[in-house]
């Protein structure tokens, strides 16, 4: 049972911050990229931009979106939004064109804050963005003043220095912080209302999860525009004291030399990063003395989920623990963990739970399921502001999650009899071939034992009969002589015969979103191309029993 505090106690991340601000004002709190911010920083800082932005008519509860990568200014952007009770919607710096104006007209947003080399980007949409009257822009370059034509045009370092005082708000924990867009990948990206209490709460579980102290030093690697940074980073560093590290974009190089700088203890990463530090061959498992990585601090290896075999290889070969047992979404999180005391399972998402949340499994027609058996996870809140507020502009879409009262995750999985969580599939891309389902995720932990394979995606494709034939698309490590046939022959010793592949396509790196997560739709979209091999072309035959 999670401690009463936990469980009863609402409040904001503007208390939080002057909580620290009393304790530990002057101590290093974040390290962006090599600079490292305090409390007092931010807080000074944040009135500045909460000032300037009111005395451009930026009130309480207006949306302020951000064009931005990880640096200070951005943090600043976000905490200055906290300060002055703006709805900040940070926006993946990927986006252009229709995906671009679509969250900034979807938000409504009154201004925006961009880095002058996204700016082109903004610029020609302004005509179409009645709501947008300010373009804040991080930099100097020449000309960028006259450019933005439609809205008004101001410099970040003006805004910031102009001596303006942070308006008067005292937040409530049940007020909105932050709008988090959804992927977009059954339709136009939806924003999903993220308040106060819930991005704290959140923060909460998982450094209870993590048995985070302020010791820890948090390392993340991941862009502002994702939820996780909000929660691990900046609201779960205020929460256990110590300090973060954020650093602006993943490498594989950087990553040990990075632990080591920054001294961290905790590194926060998503699965496809931990694969490829998995099976990374530059970094042995124990570094001589002397090389710049050979000293660090790790403790903690923090991606879910992961497979067990992936997670085990990380255990073994750098002698860290793992946070591996979790599932959650923008929507709802933490659905399952790790509390204390309470072990994983090999494969499992942790433990339900339902000191938040009521989760259950159901069928397609809402019906429960027993324990054991798959189906759809949908879930209820126990308390309230833990989960979103619902997409913004789009109650038909937040109707639709939430059919019979239950929010439905889209996400297949099965909960045993000692109520651990497994996560089976993406709805979406849970295939069905022969009369069987079949769990692509499952398959990609069966492949992933091969140590040629660096990364793989199992995906559907179109068939030529009613149902899908299944894909493999995988990166090989440099020097692997492997083939398709041979991969293909080692399946029928692994797989059952529905699942085996048809198709089997080796590239060089698989197609992926900012943050690293693979983009199934665009592989299920290429389908079969002129460098994929066919095992019906090839004549092989397998036991189909």
Not at 3 to 11: G, M, N, P, S, V
Not at 78 to 83: D, K, L, N
Not at 314 to 334: K, N, P, Q, W
Not at 343 to 348: R, T
């Amino acid at each position: 049972m999670a401690e009463a505090w936990l469980r009863d106690e609402q409040t904001t991340i503007s208390a939080l911050l002057e909580r620290r601000l009393a304790t530990d004002p002057d101590g290093e709190y974040l390290d962006v990229g090599g600079t490292t911010i305090t409390a007092r920083d931010v807080f000074d800082a944040a009135g500045a931009v909460a000032g300037g932005l009111s005395a451009l008519g930026v009130a309480p509860g207006d949306r302020v979106a951000t064009l931005m990568g990880t640096s200070v200014e951005a943090l600043l952007a976000w905490f200055g939004a906290v300060r002055g009770g703006i709805v900040m919607v940070p926006i993946n710096t990927a986006y252009k064109g229709d995906y671009l104006l679509h969250q900034l007209a979807d938000s409504g947003s009154r201004a925006v804050i961009v880095d002058e080399a996204y700016l082109s980007r903004v610029e020609p949409l302004l005509g179409g963005l009645p709501d947008l009257e300010h373009v804040v822009v991080v930099g100097d370059r020449a000309g960028w003043r006259a450019a933005a034509g439609a809205a008004a045009v101001h410099r970040w370092a003006d805004l910031v220095s102009a001596g303006e005082k942070a308006p008067d708000i005292t937040a409530r924990p049940t007020d909105l912080v932050t709008f988090i867009y959804t992927g977009g990948t059954t339709g136009p990206s939806k924003g999903c209302m993220v308040s106060h209490n819930y991005n704290v709460v959140l923060a909460r579980q998982i450094n209870i999860s993590w048995r985070r102290t302020a010791d820890d030093v948090a390392w993340v690697p991941l862009p502002l525009f994702h939820y996780n940074v909000y929660t691990t980073a900046i609201v779960g560093t205020l929460l256990s004291g110590g300090r973060a590290a954020l650093y602006p974009r993943f490498s594989v190089s950087n990553f040990w030399p990075e632990l080591t700088r920054t001294g961290s203890t905790i590194a926060v990463t998503l699965g496809s990063m931990a694969f490829l530090i998995a099976n990374d061959e530059r970094r042995s498992a124990e570094p001589k003395s002397g090389e710049p990585d050979a000293n660090t601090s790790l403790r903690l290896f923090a991606a879910a989920p992961l497979p067990h075999e992936v997670d085990k290889r990380i255990r073994d070969r750098f002698g860290v623990d793992t946070f591996s047992g979790a599932y959650g979404l923008t929507e709802a999180s933490l659905v399952s963990w790790q509390p204390n005391g309470v072990p994983n399972k090999p494969n499992a998402a942790g433990i339900v739970n339902d000191e938040f949340f009521d989760v259950r499994i159901f069928d397609d027609h809402d019906v429960e399921v027993p324990r054991g058996t798959e189906g759809e996870i949908v879930i209820r809140p126990k308390r309230p502001n833990v989960m979103f507020d619902g997409y913004w502009g789009n109650p038909q879409a937040t109707l639709d999650m939430t059919g019979n009262l239950w929010f439905h995750c889209g996400d297949i999985g099965r909960i045993d009899d000692d109520g651990y969580l497994f996560f089976v599939d993406r709805k979406k891309d849970y295939l069905r071939r022969r009369g069987e389902n079949i769990s692509s995720q499952q398959v990609e932990g069966i492949l992933c034992k091969r140590e040629e394979i660096v990364d793989v995606a199992v995906h559907a494709v179109p068939s030529e009969v009613l149902e899908d034939d299944l894909k493999i698309t995988a990166t090989l490590r440099d020097g692997a002589t492997l083939t398709e046939e041979e991969l293909f022959r080692w399946c029928i010793d692994e797989l059952p015969y529905f699942a085996m592949p048809r198709y089997i396509e080796f590239r060089t790196d698989l197609p992926r979103s900012p943050i690293g997560r693979v983009l199934k739709r665009d592989l299920r979209e290429e389908g079969v191309t002129a460098t994929t091999w066919d095992s019906v072309a090839a004549g092989i035959r397998y036991d189909r029993r």
